[in-house]
């Protein structure tokens, strides 16, 4: 940034011209700069010299660099008062930030040609902040040097700037002069300035810890006053460092001022709070504790404010607080009002610190001493028994202030959970609350019980108290918590029907937790199922808009995990579709489960097929595509259920607005559909279209989308709370594991494995399920040309002359696209975006970044087993890494020329969530340097730091061949598993032979170049004992696996094996041909490789030779 | 608590206290974020309200509202009480305060406050030490100037030295009491 100092009179119709820039000044350098000149107004912007046409006056000012001090050297212009106009140039120049820092001149801009522009807009901005303007600039700068009070002033201008909403970035030094000075007023300023001002990281807080420490040391009581006041308003690392050792000392010195000493408490707080390591706990702790008997009540809220917070820390140090605080508290809440003096607040003696003491008792059990005990039991009720005796002044103060005490009294109650009589006397108390007019003490009582009813006794008390008229929606909020709160299975159905019938005049900043809850209490507290699905049905009608993907996917899990309720739930759908309009919510639940379970209704005369086709499919043109995608794949299950409405289906399929439909997911699904109902034999629709398997169960994902929208804190505490409550909770339908291939669909599972992405879909919902094996079908029978920006080609088989079947390039088609577990990638196309590209990788290598992170800094051995498994995937692309007890690790990649994609798949094989899961790839300089890669996970954000169990998560690796290598980088992945810290690392199979190109050539060509590469460095030859039987089957897929081309008859002896094929790398080509002479007799290979390069023969012959 | 603003209906922030170190960015977000929330809401709603992870607590005083944010297991009743214990020191050091007073005398503002509360817990709740400790430093202030040299005429107002606020602005100034809703 440059500063600019400008100066002018608008009276005289213009500003002069008078522009100074230059590079990296400072503060300083512009006050000493402007100190000859009269009325100067500092303005911030950056320009340069020759972006500014009307810097006349420039050859008069000296141009500074930012190495050399500077002092000024123009003429002094003699501005007369133009106090106000400059301070509307800075108003401008704020407001022109955004301006200003792209590099424009914002001299041009707002002062010169387009002057009376900005005067009007100067005008324009609202009166009171113009009238609150001050008159005079920032820096108006006399004949003389800046003196203290100048200083001063001008801090303090700028301060006030910055509270009025502009940025500041200078003035800082000064006001760190200031802290040094001995005049009280400028101290005080500058430490306002800082406080206010100076963030925790400054570079200034080493000067600045300075001076703290001088005025520390001063003795003077109002200096170390500010200087506390400062370190707990900065309260920065590096304070806590300088500080926290002085601040204790203070505190129990016995010379020290009351009012220092409370400053010096809370400062000791504030540094805790920040930085508990640093404060050291000695012996100070227990003299401090000795301050709750202090005299000065100031002292006693100060001091216990920091013992309630140490004391949750480190609570045996501060057991004894428990005594000293109920005596305390006994005084206070016996004491006549008038007693504390200034320490009554409208005639509640001393309310903060009974707050405070009652606070720091929830920090512990119930005391156990019985005297303690008694006394406490006495307070609580005196505070009790003082709520029902009429108020002592009407104002409101009084009451809020009588209240808090008797709240903060109520949750030491519920805390301490102990005393059955009291507990009965907080919850009529928080019962009388519900009625009052008093809006702020609804919502208070709605909060208190919300905690009383996890509580074990007052459970059934609370449950008198049901009240949900309520207008304010805050206050609503919290009755809706507390009825989530209360519900078990002897009141969910009132419950439920409560919420249900609130739902409708519901706020609707509200209505989608409301919704969340509903659904939730349902499903847990269903006993009668068919019970459920009317209330799913009920939300959905009442608040289809709010009712989240989440709550419809789990009513479809539900209903066909249960077999009881399936026809049940056809019925009712059916009947809700009939209604004339219906929210597209209901038409997809509706749609799944016809198609599921329509026929368990089809009996009936009056939903027969066709009639139930026909209601589905007159909601069909008022749908967004994706329902109607739901719906075609609807239609194609009708085709197996029902084989009467096969032409109605068909010709459905077959209409234009569905062949030809402008949305290509639509599109595609008709055209495959229609293709398959006429195509396959009913014996192969009825196992495509089969009854959907059950779900794995599976923690609800409402629930999971709930604490999401709760956070953390508040859901799970009751949810644990509950958990441990109430043991009658459904524990849900029996788990029914399902394995990868039956997730994927009874079609797979003849289909052998090859690779080993397994397929399951993170957060299935039913919709990822649907129609399985549309893509497979599109590139089996339809037609081969890329559709739906599916591109075939995109998954580059392992090697391209292995002969395939049909059935195998399916499945590795279907485990692609079901092993990805992006939602984008659904199967049933609800997303509507077509699955990740996975086409070709870029070849231009500005794409490719060099990400391959540092070494972290501990990173297991490698995982046992590693070696044999990175030997394996030599030849071979997909697979599994690697697998334990607790994960899978899949691995799927294709290579093309020099570059190389890599799927990683980690699937959590366990049914607990991994957590700040990291994998990372560690690579040495030497190899980093010879082939890049870059890892970016296919989703937006990198690989998820959980991992939830049962789930996957994948990650792409893109990789750069750029000369050859001999190393393979290795996997690190480290998470935590239920508290635990997991280590894992595995070498990556990223090895030369994958940038292998096979090259078929004839006997001739081959002689010829082998003779061409007979130089002794260019051949290796190694002669191994075979480790598996010799099979001349398995030998050849090995050398093509390997990535070369199998020759044919080019070796005299048919019993040999040769091969070629190039190397590609990002700098260099290398020829390289191999020769494998089997000798069954001795079970021994000799094999030899010639290539043009002697590393590159070395180690395709090592990598070779470990696969026989 | 961990941050308490003060702010007029138009939206214009007054008063920021920050208790836990947070970067000028996020201030400004919260502070954005939080107006609005809070200048949303009709006059008879309740003063709390959650918001982010955090228990707001506010209260309007005629055209200014002072806004706390307290962390979940506060007693949100007391920090209301806090907010008025503040308006009353504020309004007794000033004699029947008001929102030009606040801004033209931040730093007497920011002072008192800093008296009252300290790291976000209430440091002294007595009104009359809080502001004796003010007077006394008022009067440090006053002695200093007087034998200070350059007590020259200083004709213009600015912020920060402590003079009022020209007559212009009295004339017109709406006075803040204490309101209840």
């Known amino acids: 940034m440059s500063l600019c100092v400008a100066y002018g009179d608008h009276r005289e119709g213009e500003v002069h011209r008078g522009v100074m820039p230059w590079a990296g000044a400072s503060v300083d350098m512009c006050l000493e700069l402007t100190s000859g000149v009269r009325s100067l107004c500092v303005l911030t912007c950056a320009f340069t010299e020759h972006e500014c046409p009307n810097s006349l006056p420039m050859r008069n000012i000296v141009s500074l660099s930012s190495a050399s001090p500077v002092s000024y050297t123009g003429p ?101 002069n200031l802290l040094s000075s001995n005049r009280y007023t400028e101290k005080q300023i500058g430490y306002l300035f800082i406080s206010v001002l100076v963030n925790s990281n400054s570079e200034l807080i080493r000067l600045i810890n300075n001076a703290i420490k001088n005025d520390l040391a001063s003795r003077n009581p109002t200096f170390m006053g500010l200087a506390l006041h400062c370190i707990a308003n900065v309260g920065s690392r590096e304070m806590a460092e300088a500080f926290a050792g002085e601040i204790p000392k203070i505190l129990v010195a016995g010379d020290t001022m009351d009012s220092v000493k409370q400053s010096a408490a809370l400062c000791l707080l504030r540094l805790y709070r920040t930085s508990p390591d640093l404060v050291p706990m000695g012996d100070w702790t227990s003299r401090v504790v000795h301050l709750l008997n202090d005299q000065h009540l100031g002292v006693v809220t100060a001091a216990t404010s920091l013992i309630t917070t140490l004391a949750q820390k480190n609570p045996e140090e501060f057991k004894t607080s428990v005594s000293l ?141 049901i009240e949900t008229t309520e207008r304010d929606v805050s206050v609503r909020q919290r009755a809706v ?69 989440e709550v419809w996917y789990r009513v479809i899990q539900i209903v066909i995990n249960r077999d009881d309720v399936q026809g049940y739930a056809a019925k009712t759908v059916f009947e809700a579709l009939q209604a004339p309009a219906c929210h597209e919510n209901l038409v997809k639940v509706g749609g799944y489960i016809l198609g599921e379970f329509g026929n368990l209704i089809a009996g009936d005369p009056r939903s027969s097929p066709l009639i139930q086709f026909n209601l589905l499919h ?21 085709v197996n259920l029902f084989p009467e409405v096969k032409t109605t289906i068909q ?28 195509v396959a034999s009913t014996d192969i629709l009825a196992t495509v279209l089969e009854e959907m398997p059950p779900f794995p169960e599976r923690e609800s994902s409402i629930l999971a989308k709930l604490k999401k929208k709760k956070g953390p804190s508040t859901v799970t505490d009751l949810e644990e709370a509950k958990r441990e409550r109430s043991a009658d909770v459904n524990g849900g339908p029996e788990p029914a594991p399902a394995s990868a291939s039956t997730m994927v669909g009874p079609f797979l599972m003849a289909v052998p494995r090859t690779s080993a992405g397994v397929p399951s879909p993170r957060d299935s919902g039913p919709a990822e399920r649907l129609p399985v094996g549309e893509n497979f079908l599109l590139n089996m029978s339809v037609c081969q040309e890329p559709i739906g920006g599916i591109k075939p080609e995109a998954f580059l088989s392992p090697s391209p002359g292995t002969p395939k079947t049909p059935l195998i390039q399916m499945a590795g088609l279907m485990q692609t696209a079901c092993s990805t577990p992006s939602p984008s990638a659904d199967l049933l196309g609800l997303g509507a975006a077509p699955p990740a590209p996975t086409g070709p990788p870029p070849s231009s290598g500005g794409l490719l970044v060099d990400v391959f992170s540092d070494s972290p800094s501990a990173v297991a051995p490698l995982a046992p087993g590693s070696e044999d498994n990175f030997a394996r995937f030599v030849c071979k692309n997909n697979g599994v890494l690697f697998e334990n007890q607790l994960l899978q690790i899949g691995l799927k990649s294709e290579f093309r020329q020099n570059l190389g994609r890599m799927f990683i798949f980690y699937g959590n094989k366990t049914s607990t969530q991994f957590l700040s899961f990291t994998p990372t790839l560690i690579c040495s300089d030497d190899l980093r340097a010879n082939i890049l890669g870059s890892i970016s996970p296919l989703q937006t954000k990198p690989v998820d730091p959980t991992v939830d169990g049962g789930a996957q998560v994948q990650q792409v690796v893109n990789i750069e061949c750029v000369s050859d290598f001999t190393e393979a980088p290795v996997l690190n992945i480290q998470f935590r598993y239920g508290g635990t810290f997991q280590n894992v690392s595995v070498k990556l199979p990223i090895t030369l032979n994958k940038f292998f190109q096979p090259t078929e050539m004839a006997s001739q060509d081959f002689f010829q170049r082998w003779k061409q590469l007979s130089s002794p460095q260019q051949e290796v030859q190694n002669i191994f004992k075979a480790k598996h039987p010799m099979d001349t089957e398995i030998t050849k897929a090995k050398i093509i696996g390997f990535g070369s081309a199998l020759l044919e008859e080019v070796d005299p002896n048919p019993a040999n094996f040769v091969g070629a094929g190039i190397i590609h790398t990002k700098t260099t080509q290398i020829g390289c041909l191999l020769r494998l002479e089997p000798n069954l007799q001795a079970q021994m290979y000799r094999l030899t490789l010639r290539t043009s390069k002697e590393t590159v023969s070395q180690r395709l012959c090592e990598l070779l030779s470990e696969q026989f | 608590m961990r941050f308490m603003l003060l702010f007029s209906r138009q939206g214009k922030l007054r008063l920021q206290k920050w208790y836990l170190a947070t970067s000028d960015k996020e201030r400004k977000k919260m502070v954005r974020e939080l107006m609005q929330v809070v200048l949303a809401r009709k006059p008879k709603m309740c003063s709390f309200l959650e918001w982010r992870d955090l228990k707001v607590v506010y209260k309007r005083y005629a055209s200014l509202y002072f806004c706390c944010a307290i962390e979940g297991q506060d007693n949100e009743l007391i920090t209301l009480e806090l907010i008025h214990r503040y308006v009353e020191l504020l309004d007794k050091y000033f004699g029947s305060v008001c929102e030009l007073d606040i801004i033209f005398n931040f730093e007497k503002a920011y002072f008192i406050l800093d008296e009252f509360l300290m790291g976000g817990d209430v440091q002294d709740t007595s009104k009359k030490s809080v502001l004796k400790a003010i007077e006394q430093a008022d009067l440090l202030q006053e002695v200093r100037a007087q034998d200070s040299e350059e007590e020259e005429e200083e004709e213009e107002e600015y912020p920060g030295a402590g003079c009022p606020p020209s007559p212009g602005h009295l004339a017109c100034r709406p006075q803040l009491p204490p309101s209840r809703h």
């Open chain 1, 76 to 176: 002094s212009y003699c501005g007369s008062s133009v106090a106000r106009s400059q301070m509307w140039i800075l108003m401008c120049t704020t407001r022109f930030r955004s301006t200003i820092h792209a590099g424009q001149c914002l001299w041009c801009v707002c002062l010169g040609a387009q002057l009376p522009r900005c005067w009007r807009l100067v005008h324009m901005l609202p009166a009171d902040e113009f009238s609150a303007f001050p008159a005079s600039p920032p820096f108006s700068i006399g004949d003389k040097a800046l003196d203290g009070y100048s200083k001063k002033k001008y801090v303090c201008k700028l301060l006030f700037i910055f509270l009025l909403g502009h940025d500041i970035d200078f003035g800082h030094m000064e006001a760190v």
């Open chain 1, 325 to 465: 605080a109920v005596s305390r508290l006994s005084r206070i809440v016996t004491s006549a009002s008038t007693d504390l003096q200034d320490y009554t607040y409208y005639f509640v003696p001393a309310p903060w610190l009974s707050v405070k003491l009652l606070r720091l008792l929830q920090c512990y059990p119930p005391p156990e001493d019985p005297a303690v005990r008694g006394r406490l039991t006495e307070c609580l009720e005196t505070i009790l028994n003082k709520a029902q005796e009429p108020p002592k002044s009407k104002k409101v103060q009084h009451s809020n202030a009588k209240n808090a005490v008797l709240f903060e009294a109520i949750s030491l109650i519920i805390h301490h959970d102990s005393e059955p009589n009291l507990l009965v006397r907080a919850c009529n108390q928080l019962g009388q609350f519900l009625q009052h007019r008093e809006t702020n003490l609804r919502y208070l009582a709605l909060e208190s019980m919300c905690t009383l009813a996890s509580s074990e006794f007052s459970h059934e008390a609370v449950k008198t108290h």
């Open chain 1, 481 to 549: 918590d507390l009825l989530y709160a209360m519900c078990d299975r002897s009141n969910a159905q009132q419950i439920v029907a409560e919420m249900l019938s609130y739902l409708e005049t519901a706020d609707y900043s509200i209505r989608e937790e409301i919704v969340l809850k509903v659904a939730i209490l349902a499903e847990k507290y269903a006993v009668d199922y068919t019970w459920y699905v009317d209330t799913i049905l009920n939300l959905i009608r009442i608040a289809g808009d709010y009712v989240s993907e």
């Open chain 1, 618 to 638: 007159s909601k069909f043109h008022l749908c967004s595509v994706p329902t109607r995608a739901l719906l075609l794949s609807t239609y194609i299950k009708f």
């Open chain 1, 651 to 678: 010709d459905v399929l077959r209409s234009d607005s569905q062949l030809k439909n402008a949305d290509v997911e639509l599109q595609q699904r008709a055209v495959e559909y229609l293709r398959l109902s006429t």
